[in-house]
C-alpha cells in the first residue's frame, strides 16, 4: 500500500478568465500508508475536488501530488493504482452483482480463475456472497454500496477513494455502512481518503480528520483532539452536534479577578477560571469569544456564583438526553444538552452553568483559539 502527499496542491477553474475560481488553494497534505483519512467541512470547501485530483478525474493545476514515491500529475488514471467509490454506486443494471465486480478485471484481462477468487473473496468479506446471481435492482441501497466496495476490493488498489458514499442511504444504513467500511479498513490494512460533510462519519471513521473550508485545510488531527482542541472557530463550530455555543465579549477584571462579559447591552458576566484567566491575562478587553460546548452545562440555583439566566426558547427531548435552546436577558443563545428527559416549557426561567475547564476562548478578529 502507500501514502498520499499534497504539495501546495491548487486546483483553478477556467484560469486567467474573468470567471475563474480557485477551488483548492495551495493545501499541503500528508496521509499516511495505511491510514484513513477523512477530508471534512461543507458544500463547496474542495474537499471532493482534492479527492478528484487525486483520482485523475481532475487537472492539477499547481502544485505536486504523489501517491507513494511518485508525482501523479500527468499519469492516468488507470495506472495511479486507484479504486474510486461514488455516491451513486455507478452499477450496470443488466449485469450481476458478480459481473459487475468483474467488469474492471475483464477489462484488463485479468485471466479468468484470478477473476473468480477475487471476486469471491470479496463477496465472503462483504456478506454477498448468496447475491452474486442477482442484479442491482433486487438489492437494498446498502446492499448496492457494497457491491461498489467489492468492485473497488477486487482490483486491490494501492489507496482507496470514497466520495461521499453514504450519502443516499437512510440514516439506519448509513450507521451499518460507517461500521462495515471502518471493519473493512481493518480488515485491508488499506491506506483510505473518504470525503464527507457529515461531522459524525468523520469523528467515528477516520485516523485523522482533515477540516477544510473555502479551498483551505483548517487543521488536521485525530478526531478527539480536534473535538477537544479546536484550531478555530470554524472547526470548534463545524465538528460537534449541537455545534459549540459562542458568547462575542471581552475579559475585564472584576471582583479581584478576571470574567467574560458579553457585548451586548445588559451583558452576561462570567467568572473565569484559572487556567481560562492565564490564557485571556494578555487580551483584557479586546474582542474575544468564549466557545462552550453544549454537553458542558449543567442546571443550578440562581444564587450559584456561575448561574447563567436564562429562559427556554424550544426543547428536544431525545430519551438519552434533552437538548434545549436557551436565550439569555442580553438576547445570547445557548444550547444546553442534559441527561435523560427534561420536561422544559417555551418561557421557563432555567438557571445554567458552564464547565469552564472544557471552556475555550478565541480571538476575535483570527478567530484562533488561545492558548495550549
Given at each position: 500500500m502507500s501514502g498520499v502527499t499534497l504539495k501546495k496542491l491548487n486546483k483553478t477553474y477556467s484560469p486567467g478568465s474573468k470567471d475563474a475560481f480557485h477551488a483548492v488553494k495551495g493545501i499541503d497534505l500528508e496521509i499516511r500508508d495505511k491510514e484513513f483519512m477523512v477530508l471534512v467541512g461543507?458544500?463547496?470547501?474542495?474537499?471532493?475536488?482534492?479527492?478528484?485530483?487525486?483520482?485523475?478525474?481532475?487537472?492539477?493545476?499547481?502544485?505536486?501530488?504523489?501517491?507513494?514515491?511518485?508525482?501523479?500529475?500527468?499519469?492516468?488514471?488507470?495506472?495511479?493504482?486507484?479504486?474510486?467509490?461514488?455516491?451513486?454506486?455507478?452499477?450496470?443494471?443488466?449485469?450481476?452483482?458478480?459481473?459487475?465486480?468483474?467488469?474492471?478485471l475483464k477489462l484488463r484481462k485479468t485471466p479468468k480463475d484470478e477473476i473468480k477468487r477475487r471476486v469471491d473473496e470479496a463477496g465472503e468479506i462483504l456478506g454477498l456472497t448468496s447475491m452474486l446471481g442477482r442484479k442491482p435492482k433486487a438489492l437494498s441501497g446498502g446492499q448496492r454500496q457494497r457491491v461498489a466496495l467489492g468492485r473497488a476490493i477486487v482490483r486491490q488498489p494501492d489507496v482507496f477513494l470514497f466520495d461521499e458514499p453514504l450519502s443516499n442511504?437512510?440514516?439506519?444504513?448509513?450507521?451499518?455502512?460507517?461500521?462495515?467500511?471502518?471493519?473493512?479498513?481493518?480488515?485491508?490494512?488499506?491506506?483510505?481518503?473518504?470525503?464527507?460533510?457529515?461531522?459524525?462519519?468523520?469523528?467515528?471513521?477516520?485516523?485523522?480528520?482533515?477540516?477544510?473550508?473555502?479551498?483551505?485545510?483548517?487543521?488536521?488531527?485525530?478526531?478527539?483532539?480536534?473535538?477537544?482542541?479546536?484550531?478555530?472557530?470554524?472547526?470548534?463550530?463545524?465538528?460537534?452536534?449541537?455545534?459549540m455555543n459562542f458568547l462575542h465579549g471581552s475579559v475585564v477584571e472584576a471582583d479581584g479577578g478576571l470574567c467574560f462579559a458579553g457585548s451586548n447591552s445588559q451583558p452576561l458576566r462570567i467568572p473565569l477560571n484559572e487556567r481560562l484567566s492565564q490564557i485571556a491575562q494578555a487580551h483584557l478587553g479586546k474582542p474575544l469569544v468564549l466557545g462552550m460546548r453544549p454537553e458542558h452545562f449543567t442546571r443550578c440555583a440562581d444564587d450559584d456564583a456561575a448561574a447563567i439566566s436564562t429562559h427556554v426558547e424550544m426543547g428536544?427531548?431525545?430519551?438519552?438526553?434533552?437538548?434545549?435552546?436557551?436565550?439569555?436577558?442580553?438576547?445570547?443563545?445557548?444550547?444546553?444538552?442534559?441527561?435523560?428527559?427534561?420536561?422544559?416549557?417555551?418561557?421557563?426561567?432555567?438557571?445554567?452553568?458552564?464547565?469552564?475547564?472544557?471552556?475555550?476562548?478565541?480571538?476575535?478578529?483570527?478567530e484562533l483559539r488561545l492558548g495550549e
Open positions: 461543507p458544500s463547496g470547501c474542495g474537499k471532493s475536488t482534492t479527492l478528484r485530483m487525486i483520482a485523475g478525474l481532475e487537472e492539477v493545476t499547481g502544485g505536486d501530488l504523489y501517491i507513494g514515491d511518485t508525482r501523479m500529475n500527468d499519469v492516468l488514471p488507470k495506472h495511479r493504482g486507484i479504486a474510486m467509490v461514488f455516491q451513486n454506486y455507478a452499477l450496470y443494471p443488466h449485469m450481476t452483482v458478480a459481473d459487475n465486480m468483474a467488469f474492471g442511504l437512510d440514516a439506519k444504513m448509513r450507521v451499518q455502512m460507517r461500521a462495515e467500511i471502518s471493519k473493512l479498513h481493518a480488515s485491508l490494512d488499506a491506506t483510505m481518503i473518504y470525503v464527507t460533510h457529515d461531522q459524525t462519519e468523520a469523528m467515528t471513521m477516520g485516523d485523522r480528520i482533515c477540516v477544510m473550508k473555502d479551498g483551505k485545510i483548517m487543521q488536521v488531527d485525530e478526531p478527539i483532539n480536534i473535538y477537544q482542541k479546536p484550531a478555530d472557530m470554524f472547526t470548534a463550530g463545524f465538528i460537534g452536534l449541537p455545534q428536544e427531548p431525545l430519551g438519552a438526553e434533552s437538548f434545549i435552546h436557551l436565550l439569555t436577558p442580553a438576547g445570547d443563545k445557548l444550547v444546553v444538552r442534559l441527561a435523560g428527559i427534561v420536561q422544559s416549557g417555551i418561557g421557563q426561567a432555567l438557571y445554567v452553568k458552564p464547565n469552564l475547564d472544557e471552556a475555550h476562548l478565541f480571538e476575535g478578529e483570527t
